[in-house]
C-alpha cells in the first residue's frame, strides 16, 4: 500500500505547487479547504501525512491536535503551513512535527516534503537497511541498462541514486551481487518514492526463490557482523581520529575505524537551526554517538556551520549544540557536539539511550 496524505489549504497556488511535489515522490494527496470537512476525513481514514494550512489559526491548531490524538506520535506527519502572523511554537506544541513557511515555493516545498518522505521512510521500515555503495544497471518501461548506485539493501527493498529521472509508479528491474557473493540477484521492485536529487525507493515484488535465499543470507551475515563491530573496541589512541566522523560510514566501509565513540543507529526527528538563525530545518537524525550526529537532509549547510539541534520525542524535549563537520550533498551532514555544561552532556546522554530503547522495541 503506497503512502497517502491530506493536504488542507484554499490557497490555489499553495495546493498546485504542493501536490505536484507530493505526487513526485510517490505520496498520494487529497485536497480540501475547508477544515470542518478535513476534520472528518481524519476520523473515516488513516493518514501518512497530514498539511494544515493555518490562515484559521484557531480552527486549525484544533485540527492538529485532532490528527495527534488520532493517529499518535509515530504513524502520521503533521506539516503547519505558517507565515509571520502565527504564533509558531504553540502550533508546534499542539502537535505539529515542523513548520513550513509562506509564500510557498517549487524550492522551499520541494525542501521540506523530501524531509518528510525521509521521516517517513525511516519510521515505516520494519527492517532495518544495510548501507552500501554498489553501481548497477537498471530497466524500467523502454528503458534498459540505465545507471544507478545501490545506497541500501534489505530483503524487503533497497534505495538507490539513479542517473536518469524515473518515471511515476514504475516497476524497477535490477541485477547485481551482493558484496561477499559472487551470484547474481535478479528481482524486480515497485518504485514507492523518489526525490528531486535522484534517490528512488525500491520495494520488492516477488523474489525469484534463488535471489530471495542470496538475500536473506547476505542480510543476516551483515547484521551479524555490524552488531560485533559495535561491539568491539577500537585499539587506535591517535587523538587526531578520536574526532567525529559522523556520517561517513554510510560512505566508506573504513570510517567505522575512524569513529572512537560508539555510533547508534536511530530515527529520531528533529529541528536543525544555523546559528542566529530562528527559521527551522525539519530532519532526521539517522545515528548518534557522544562525539556528534548524523543529520538527514537533502540540503545540508556547509562545514564549519555553528547549529542548534532541537529533539522532540513522546517523552524527551532536547537542546544541542554543534557544528558541522562533513555535509553531502542531497543526503545530510555530520555534526560534531559542542559541549558547553554538564547540562548538555547528560541531554545527549539521554538521547543515546533513547536510541538504544527504540532500537530494542524495533527488534
Known amino acids: 500500500m503506497g503512502l497517502t496524505s491530506l493536504l488542507v489549504s484554499a490557497e490555489a497556488d499553495a495546493v498546485q505547487i504542493l501536490s505536484r511535489n507530493l505526487e513526485e515522490i510517490g505520496v498520494e494527496v487529497e485536497t480540501t479547504g475547508d477544515l470542518q ?65 509562506k509564500p510557498i515555493s517549487v524550492e522551499r516545498a520541494a525542501h521540506s516534503l523530501a524531509a518528510m518522505r525521509g521521516l517517513l521512510r525511516s519510521e515505516r521500515r520494519i527492517q532495518p537497511r544495510i548501507p552500501l555503495h554498489s553501481t548497477t544497471a537498471i530497466a524500467y518501461g523502454a528503458t534498459e541498462n540505465s545507471g544507478a548506485t545501490l545506497l541500501d539493501l534489505n530483503e524487503s527493498g533497497l534505495g538507490m541514486q539513479a542517473s536518469d529521472r524515473l518515471p511515476p509508479k514504475c516497476r524497477v528491474y ?31 515484488g516477488n523474489l525469484p ?23 568491539a573496541t577500537p585499539a587506535n589512541n591517535d587523538d587526531s581520529k578520536e574526532r567525529l566522523s559522523a556520517g561517513l560510514g554510510l560512505l566508506s566501509a573504513a570510517a567505522g575505524d575512524r569513529r572512537k565513540p560508539e555510533r547508534r543507529g536511530c530515527c529520531l526527528g528533529a529541528q536543525v537551526y ?27 549547510f556547509s562545514v564549519g556551520t555553528p547549529v542548534e539541534i532541537v529533539v522532540h520525542t513522546q517523552e524527551l524535549k532536547l537542546c544541542l549544540s554543534g557544528r558541522v563537520r562533513s555535509a553531502n550533498r542531497g543526503f545530510g551532514m555530520g555534526v560534531e557536539f559542542v559541549i558547553r555544561n554538564a547540562q548538555q552532556k547528560s541531554h545527549i546522554e539521554q538521547l543515546i539511550n533513547h536510541a538504544k530503547a527504540e532500537s530494542k522495541l524495533l527488534g
Open 174 to 204: 535490477f541485477q547485481f551481487a551482493v558484496p561477499g557473493n559472487s551470484a547474481t540477484v535478479r528481482l524486480a521492485g515497485e518504485m514507492m518514492w523518489q526525490d528531486s536529487t535522484g534517490r528512488v525507493g525500491i520495494r520488492f
Open 37 to 101: 470537512r478535513a476534520s472528518h476525513r481524519i476520523a473515516e481514514r488513516r493518514y501518512d501525512a497530514v498539511l494544515v494550512d493555518c490562515s484559521q489559526e484557531t480552527e486549525a491548531i484544533d485540527l492538529i491536535a485532532r490528527t495527534r490524538e488520532t493517529f499518535g506520535a509515530r504513524e502520521c506527519i503533521v506539516i503547519a503551513i505558517v507565515d509571520g502572523e502565527n504564533r509558531v511554537r504553540d502550533i508546534l506544541a499542539k502537535g505539529a512535527d515542523f513548520a513550513l513557511y
Open 274 to 300: 544555523r546559528a542566529e538563525n530562528n527559521v527551522p530545518i525539519r530532519c532526521n537524525l539517522t545515528d548518534i554517538s557522544s562525539g556528534g550526529c548524523y543529520v538527514e537532509t537533502t540540503e545540508p
Open 209 to 231: 526463490q534463488a535471489s530471495k535465499r542470496i538475500l536473506r543470507d547476505w542480510f543476516q551475515a551483515s547484521t551479524c557482523a555490524q552488531e560485533e563491530s559495535e561491539k
